[in-house]
């Protein structure tokens, strides 16, 4: 059983051509230690643990020049239904639906705005056993410049529904399935993400002091895209790793600040 309901990001994980790298870089900036699948086929994929709990993965490319990217997994419980509905919904199946030997099954989609993601049917690997602490892994979030396009995807695919809300110059909207809010999704900022620019889902980690864990990536050499700022949640910052994959870290809010 996954940690979470279907229909909500239960796992993260990273494709790198320098997994070495990784593995050096990621546990001196969140305290990870790595487990490497046994497998020779895994390719040396690696789960990282905060305290001993399942927080992302890392891996190899899957395809040959494959950019470095973080990706989002969607817990289901079933892969082969959702690869179906986003057929139907006008989206692309990446990769079809296959076992990841005895952990799960899983599949890569592109909604129609090209922005990719996957969804985890767990099997003897339920995703990530914690989120929302220093160091796991707290929100996911879709940057596309149709978001009216991905309110129709999206709730054809999952059932979200699209909760907006004014955040400054933009309007930014929660996805919400049930009770809850489970993602979100803004339309891309800034001059480093052109108009243009495809979309892609983003992830962020929790951080005791996002200034504190940005200054630490620019030391263990990664690049500072976006510095610490403060937004609703909490104060952020935007990073790329050393082979340039995004990911971005926050120091959540305290529920009764503000």
Same mark, same amino acid.
């Not at 952990?103 to 129609?112: I, Q, S, T």
């Not at 985890?120 to 929100?139: H, K």
């Not at 919400?176 to 983003?202: H, Q």
């Not at 263990?220 to 910052?237: E, S």
């Given at each position: 059983?996954?940690? /979470?309901?279907?229909?909500?990001?239960?796992?993260?994980?990273?494709?790198?051509?320098?997994?070495?790298?990784?593995?050096?870089?990621?546990? &001196?900036? !969140?305290?990870?230690?790595?487990?490497?699948?046994?497998?020779? &086929?895994?390719?040396?994929?690696?789960?990282?643990?905060?305290?001993?709990?399942? /927080? /992302?993965?890392?891996?190899?490319?899957?395809?040959?020049?494959?950019? *470095?990217?973080?990706?989002?997994?969607?817990?289901?419980?079933?892969?082969? $239904?959702?690869?179906?509905?986003?057929?139907?919904?006008g989206g692309q199946v990446v990769?079809? *639906?296959f076992e990841v030997f005895d952990?799960?099954?899983?599949?890569?989609?592109?909604?129609?705005?090209?922005?990719?993601?996957?969804?985890?049917?767990?099997?003897?690997?339920?995703?990530?056993?914690? !989120?929302?602490?220093?160091?796991?892994?707290?929100?996911?979030? $879709? /940057?596309?410049?149709?978001? &009216?396009? %991905?309110?129709?995807?999206?709730?054809?695919?999952?059932?979200?529904?699209?909760?907006?809300?004014?955040?400054?110059?933009?309007? +930014?909207?929660?996805?919400?399935?049930?009770?809850?809010?489970?993602?979100?999704?803004?339309?891309?900022?800034?001059? &480093?993400?052109?108009?243009? #620019?495809?979309? +892609?889902? #983003?992830?962020? !980690? %929790?951080?005791?002091?996002?200034?504190?864990?940005?200054?630490?990536?620019?030391?263990?050499?990664?690049?500072?895209?976006? *510095?610490?700022?403060?937004?609703?949640?909490?104060?952020?910052?935007?990073?790329?790793?050393?082979?340039?994959? $995004?990911?971005?870290?926050?120091? $959540?809010?305290?529920?009764?600040?503000?």
């Open positions: 059983m996954s940690t /979470v309901p279907p229909g909500t990001p239960c796992w993260a994980d990273l494709a790198t051509p320098d997994l070495t790298d990784a593995r050096r870089f990621y546990p &001196e900036l !969140f305290g990870w230690t790595g487990r490497i699948a046994p497998e020779p &086929e895994a390719g040396g994929y690696t789960v990282f643990l905060l305290a001993g709990q399942a /927080v /992302v993965g890392a891996g190899p490319p899957a395809i040959p020049d494959q950019v *470095p990217i973080w990706s989002t997994y969607v817990a289901t419980d079933d892969a082969d $239904l959702v690869a179906g509905r986003v057929e139907r919904a990769v079809p *639906p952990r799960g099954r899983m599949a890569v989609f592109a909604d129609p705005a090209g922005a990719a993601f996957s969804v985890w049917q767990p099997m003897a690997m339920p995703g990530a056993e914690v !989120f929302d602490v220093p160091g796991a892994l707290s929100w996911t979030e $879709l /940057v596309t410049p149709d978001p &009216e396009g %991905a309110k129709v995807f999206y709730e054809l695919v999952f059932g979200w529904q699209p909760d907006d809300q004014p955040m400054g110059p933009i309007t +930014y909207t929660g996805w919400r399935l049930g009770t809850r809010i489970v993602a979100g999704m803004m339309p891309p900022l800034g001059d &480093e993400f052109p108009a243009d #620019s495809p979309a +892609y889902w #983003s992830v962020y !980690f %929790a951080v005791v002091d996002a200034d504190a864990a940005a200054a630490r990536a620019a030391e263990l050499g990664g690049t500072i895209l976006v *510095p610490p700022q403060d937004i609703p949640a909490g104060r952020y910052a935007a990073l790329r790793d050393p082979q340039g994959a $995004l990911f971005n870290v926050i120091a $959540l809010a305290s529920p009764d600040a503000g």
